[in-house]
């Protein structure tokens, strides 16, 4: 098994002990973790902007929510992928 990209979903659920798919997420982290996860530019944007928002379940600010995920990013299992391309750049997206 390689290294999982997480997903937005399923950092949210890692790091809100109240979602609906916390439990879940977090045994499926416990069985992946030996062959460790990443994370990338997108995933953190999305984690950051969706838990952040007025409309989330029991919001928290963008910087609290950043410091969680910086935190969880520091396990040794955990990688960064960076993402050098911009889904904006032209011929990209047809």
Not at 70 to 84: D, G, L, M
Request: aromatic residues 6%; hydrophobic residues 45%; contains cysteine.
């Amino acid at each position: 098994m390689a290294k999982a990209l997480l997903v937005i979903n399923a950092v949210i659920a890692l790091l809100d002990q109240g979602h609906v798919l916390h439990q879940q997420a977090t045994h499926w982290l416990a069985r992946a973790h030996e062959h460790g996860r990443a994370t990338c530019p997108i995933t953190e944007n999305g984690v950051v902007r969706i838990r952040a928002q007025p409309a989330y379940p029991k919001p928290q600010p963008a910087a609290r929510v950043a410091e969680w995920l910086a935190e969880a990013c520091r396990h040794p299992s955990q990688a960064f992928w960076p993402e050098p391309i911009s889904l904006l750049q032209e011929g990209l997206i047809n």
